[in-house]
């Protein structure tokens, strides 16, 4: 498998630091309001990098952290007379819903800045000692110039940025581009005990405490959006090669911008979009298959018109599963042709084809394609003829190869009721041979309503979810 990294602009063959194991770590949100259309594109393109590494073998470790206390959160806990706890514990519990929603599994752990304060302390102080950060007033800096690769992963020069930084608030810093590590507390805000004063973590330093807690000093791929590149990546590896004096990650991948129809998202526009703005017009289904149709580090259009094309996509699939499904219950031979042995060799080209995309830098969109060869394949060439060997293989290389980025999944929703609709569809079969039209129709309308379509075929009544 190749990945592009970041650090060397170029893709690299990924080689694991523990055979058979991968450590990953992603950026996670800032939990202040429901997580918006630019942040649902690396959790889903991150998601599907860790399926697809399990999928050909690697056993992964994928940490995403919440950021549980900044700014943000305590202007707008002040504003809610809430505490910033409380206002992050109500969008943690938003954001997994949402998550779920699009296909998201839990990350493996899911830590919080606030449950790793004695963690982030310690991680700060033996900066201090190493001499890579100082204290000021109750503040503590990083000292970017004392860490010499300081630029390498966003490509900048040190020297430039230390002409051209604006001078901060605190101009009493070394230099202006040195970071927080730990900040005083001010009036108002929210604060804990440190050997410099009640204070916060900076936000840089929360990552690489919590990467360097739960999965050690080195790890395997750190990911993000590209808008994370600098100053937060970038500030991570100063900080984490500083204490250890080792590869902080050894590949960095950065996801591509959203715009909205043509324009860069901005609640100024008036163009942006939370998920559960979408949600309340497409599923999270149509929106997941809209983020891996593109390469992930091209940047990607989002409009009504591109989420209905997605959705229509996916519907290709999803009919193509279902007269699978329906053909199943509907055959009983057993015993394949010499025609459907030939068959099922193009099964195996798909999966390899497949394979190679997602081998070539994490391509799902050209990995869709594969899927969209064998959709075509499979009604073409599987019919009520068909043997049922051969049908099920070809569902079953369907379900895998979608099962890997997460789409066209059958949901087990226990709000459908299968007796149910199954006794809808034979009265309304009831109605029909008695040509009562209007209570069949009656009973299509019952069934739509309960969110399921039923399609009349010469083989009988095939309903599938709407």
């Known amino acids: 498998m190749k990945i592009y990294n970041t650090m060397s602009s170029q893709k690299e063959e990924f080689k694991e630091l523990e055979k058979g194991k991968v450590k990953m770590y992603s950026c996670g949100p800032t939990v202040y309001n429901y997580f918006h259309i630019g942040n649902a594109r690396p959790f889903i393109v991150f998601d599907t990098l860790r399926n697809y590494l399990e999928y050909i073998g690697y056993e992964v470790t994928f940490v995403q952290n919440f950021t549980d206390v900044d700014d943000k959160i305590i202007i707008k806990a002040n504003e809610e007379g809430i505490t910033p706890i409380q206002l992050a514990d109500k969008y943690i519990e938003e954001y997994f819903k949402d998550a779920k929603a ?22 700060i102080q033996d900066l201090i000692d190493k001499g890579f950060a100082y204290v000021l007033g109750n503040d503590v800096y990083f000292e970017v110039k004392k860490f010499k690769e300081y630029g390498k992963l966003s490509h900048k020069n040190i020297d430039d940025l230390l002409s051209g930084a604006r001078i901060e608030i605190n101009d009493e810093k070394r230099a202006p581009i040195d970071f927080a590590l730990w900040k005083g507390k001010k009036e108002g805000e929210i604060g804990w005990d440190s050997p410099w004063g009640q204070g916060r973590p900076g936000w840089h330093i929360e990552c690489s405490v919590m990467s360097n807690k739960y999965l050690g000093e080195s790890i395997d791929i750190h990911s993000g959006g590209q808008d994370l590149i600098f100053p937060h990546h970038e500030n991570e590896i100063a900080q984490s090669e500083a204490r250890s004096s080792h590869t902080f990650a050894n590949y960095w991948m950065h996801n591509g911008y959203i715009n909205v129809d043509n324009e860069k998202m901005s609640k100024s526009l008036g163009n942006f979009f939370t998920v559960r703005d979408v949600l309340k017009e497409f599923d999270g289904d149509t929106l997941r298959f809209f983020m891996l149709s593109a390469h992930y580090r091209s940047p990607i259009n989002y409009s009504k018109d591109m989420l209905n094309q997605a959705k229509s996509s996916l519907e290709r699939i999803k009919n193509c599963k279902n007269n699978l499904n329906f ?90 009721d299968v007796a149910k609709i199954e006794e809808l569809i034979e009265q309304r079969n009831i109605a029909k041979k008695s040509k009562d039209f209007a209570k069949a129709d009656e009973i299509r309308d019952e069934l739509k309503q ?17």
Not at 450 to 464: A, F, L, N, P
């Open 327 to 416: 053909i199943l219950t509907k055959i009983d031979k057993t015993d394949m042709s010499e025609q459907e042995k030939e068959n099922v060799a193009y099964l195996q080209e798909c999966k390899t084809n497949f394979i190679d995309k997602m081998n070539d830098d994490l391509n799902t969109a050209d990995a869709i394609t594969a899927i969209f060869d064998l959709v075509k394949f499979a009604n073409t060439n599987v019919s009520i003829d068909s043997s049922k060997v051969f049908v099920q293989q070809t569902l079953d290389m369907l379900n895998e190869l979608t099962g890997v980025l997460n789409i066209a999944m059958d949901k087990a929703d226990e709000d459908v």
């Open 450 to 466: 309960m969110g399921i379509e039923i399609k009349d075929t010469r083989q009988g009544v095939q309903w599938s979810r709407i």
């Open 102 to 123: 699009i296909g998201i599994r839990k990350a493996t752990v899911h830590p919080r800045v606030t449950e790793n304060i004695k963690e982030i302390i310690d991680f």
